[in-house]
């Protein structure tokens, strides 16, 4: 048996998939399997997830019949739905629109959504029918007759405002029951308005509904006949994971998962609170931000159309650890002047610097074309043993950036021959090649991560780079010298995604445009949200929500995150007072004696320290530490006050009133974070006081009137 109970995590990717297991108590990896991903299978991907947990149970030692009880936590993430998409391999859609006189003009024009392409040469199978009064039911049967017949497996009915009024699309949904065909309304899908985008989201989340339905009932029944009762859950494509159930009535929400798989292990794996998670392949390297503990998410663009999906920001840059190198002859000479986008395992190519020693033999130096179409600049060796690739890996190993032990480590006498025609070629050594590989690599992921940086405003003195997936060691380590940030790689890098999966929290947005939205309102949509995690298994005294509204756009959006269970952390990776004082100020970038404890919590402790400007008032940031020594919070000028639970509204009050900013933009609350228990509940997306402190209240209404409470409160410039 395994030592404690495990939650277990799965990524199913193009090639392989990864399954782990974590003691749930420690967070310690406790096994990690790989199977081929099984996509010519009959059972599809379902097959290889349900092989992959089988050896994963039997290598932690779960006796036949009693996976149950060691299981705590099961999820899968894959790209399925993604590949559906890139594939062109989705159903046709059968789209009910409803409306009369002139508001049915609109919803006719929804019929040019057969227009969305697919691949190139292949366009989205949609076919439309009107009706005009969605209560006249053998008028909705005609249409879904007609749709049907046409070929659609599977229907959407959408109305104008439906987000408000969603009656008429429910009796389309309830008259066409009789089909037997799967079947959404568009406000199911979002609740925000715009009619076109919202139908186009609610018509590719009805594209992949079969396939993904087929795919999820088989891995339920294969979990289950192995004995498995633990709920499984589904990694989404903003970092967090939902029930099986919840995918099945949205499945779109796991486009885009793949990556967001890799940050959400790095945020719960290595504790990431400011910073940018590189995830390395052979060909590519995907770059993500994770900001005050959150990840970065927008709406994203799909079928090369804006949607309403909420998905991890992830830029994708083609430079990865088998990137090969590209040379030319310039005014200065020979010089490597890029590298990639082509690699190794697509030009089918070894790498040089895994190369048996003897292979490399009267190596010599060669330009390329890869593949038809190809520059003819890509740098070979033609050694005795064959042809080799000149990489991204081969030039960090090298230079001696991979660590010893690392997935992508090779023996850095065998790299620095592999790299020796190279320099010699460039009237260099093997140092400075292996040096000019890595600049050219990484200069294109950094104009990414400085691009990212500015565009989410992190903090410099605190932002760290975090590398996952296999080829890390090829980037991260380079990229950090380069900047100047600090920088590592993720532990377990080579399976940072299952990890991710494993360790992800359920997660629920809820979206409302609601203008001039009142207290009642707004706590209402934070309701719904946290009420939805709940329902999907999250701990309720677990869920922590964090509302933001947009005067702008009149957006309230509540984000809800709970974990299944109440984690223990390995209490053995306790930072002592020395440590997490040190770390304190070596994010304040000051000497440890200029530093100060201004409160704590039995979960987190504030340090501050003063920085004094001339001819302007004196700036006091801000850090908030857990007991790891992990800065959860930072604040680059602050008031910090303790209180308890039962004085805190007044306290609060008089804090927001003091620190309210009144200027041309109009008038601003400032942005209040509250340290409870194990929380820190973050209330800065709210700028009304009246509202803030409504939601403040709500935090506080189930605490003990003595419990701890401690105030992080910034004045909005």
Do not use: W
């Amino acid at each position: 048996m395994a030592p404690h109970r495990i939650r277990v995590g799965i990524d199913v990717g193009g090639t392989f998939t990864d399954a782990v297991a974590i003691d749930s108590a420690t967070l310690r990896l406790v096994a990690q399997v790989k199977v081929p991903t099984s996509h010519h299978h009959a059972d599809g991907v379902a097959h290889g997830i349900v092989e992959a947990l089988d050896r994963l149970l039997k290598d932690v030692g779960c006796a036949p019949g009693s996976a149950s009880d060691s299981i705590a936590f099961l999820a899968h993430g894959t790209t399925q739905a993604t590949n559906a998409l890139l594939e062109g391999d989705v159903a046709p859609v059968g789209l009910i629109g409803i409306g009369t006189g002139p508001g049915a003009l609109p919803t006719k024009r929804l019929a040019g959504l057969a227009h969305l392409e697919l691949t190139p040469g292949k366009r989205l199978p949609l076919h439309y029918a009107h009706v005009a009064d969605p209560d006249d039911a053998p008028a909705v049967r005609t249409a879904v007759e007609r749709v049907t017949a046409a070929g659609a497996e599977v229907l959407v009915a959408s109305e104008p405002f439906s987000v408000d009024l969603p009656d008429g699309e429910q009796a389309v949904l309830d008259a066409a029951r009789s089909a037997t065909l799967p079947m959404t309304a568009a406000h199911e899908i979002t609740s925000l308005y715009g009619l076109r985008k919202r139908t186009r989201t609610a018509v590719v989340n009805a594209a992949i509904l079969p396939r993904m339905l087929a795919t999820a009932d088989l891995v339920d029944s294969g979990i289950t006949a192995a004995g498995v009762r633990t709920p499984l859950m589904v990694m989404r494509c903003d970092g967090g994971v939902m029930s099986l159930d919840e995918m099945r009535r949205r499945p779109l929400l796991t486009v885009l998962s793949g990556p967001a798989a890799g940050v959400a292990g790095a945020l719960m794996q290595e504790r990431v609170s400011e910073g940018v998670f590189l995830e390395t392949g052979g060909t590519s390297t995907d770059i993500s931000v994770v900001r005050r503990g959150k990840v970065a998410v927008r709406h994203a663009t799909i079928l090369g159309k804006s949607s309403y999906l909420s998905a991890l920001d992830v830029r994708t840059v083609g430079v990865g650890g088998g990137s090969m190198v590209r040379t030319g002859t310039g005014q200065r000479g020979r010089s490597v002047h890029a590298v990639g986008p082509r690699s190794a395992h697509i030009a089918g190519l070894p790498y040089a610097c895994f190369a048996d020693p003897e292979d490399l033999r009267d190596a010599r130096l060669a330009t390329v074309s890869p593949l038809a179409g190809d520059p003819d600049d890509y740098a070979v060796l033609d050694a005795a043993g064959g042809r080799f690739a000149l990489t991204m890996t081969c030039a960090a190993n090298a230079l001696g950036r991979v660590p010893e032990g690392d997935f992508a480590a090779a023996d850095p006498e065998t790299a620095r021959s592999a790299l020796a025609p190279l320099a010699e070629a460039l009237g260099t050594d093997v140092a400075g090649a292996a040096r000019q590989v890595l600049d050219a690599g990484v200069r294109q992921v950094r104009d990414v991560v400085d691009t990212m940086i500015g565009d989410y405003g992190l903090d410099r003195d605190t932002a760290v780079l975090v590398g996952g997936g296999g080829g890390a060691a090829a980037v991260t380590p380079h990229l950090a010298a380069d900047t100047g940030l600090t920088g590592r790689i993720a532990a377990h890098s080579e399976v940072i995604s299952p990890i991710g999966v494993a360790l992800a929290l359920v997660r629920e947005q809820i979206e409302r445009i609601i203008p001039g939205a009142t207290q009642e309102q707004i706590l209402g949509v934070r309701g719904e949200a946290e009420a939805a995690v709940v329902a999907q298994g999250a701990a309720p005294s677990a869920v922590e929500v964090e509302v933001t509204v947009d005067p702008q756009t009149n957006t309230v959006r509540a984000v809800a995150t709970g974990a299944t269970e109440l984690r223990a952390q390995d209490r053995t990776r306790r930072a002592d007072d020395a440590e997490r004082l040190s770390a304190a100020a070596a994010s304040l970038k000051t000497d440890p004696s200029a530093v100060e404890i201004l409160a704590g919590t039995a979960a987190h402790t504030v340090y501050g320290t003063e920085r004094r400007r001339r001819f302007r008032r004196p700036r006091h940031p801000v850090r908030v530490l857990d007991g790891d020594g992990v800065v959860r919070l930072h604040a680059a000028d602050a008031r910090v006050a303790s209180t308890t639970v039962g004085e805190a509204p007044e306290l609060l009050t008089r804090l927001v009133r003091e620190f309210t900013a009144y200027g041309d933009g109009g008038v601003r609350a400032p942005a209040v974070r509250l340290l409870i228990g194990a929380r820190i509940a973050d209330l800065s997306g709210v700028l009304d006081t009246e509202p803030l402190l409504a939601l403040a209240r709500s935090e506080l209404r189930s605490r003990a009137a003595d419990e701890p409470v401690v105030a992080v409160v910034e004045a909005r410039s």
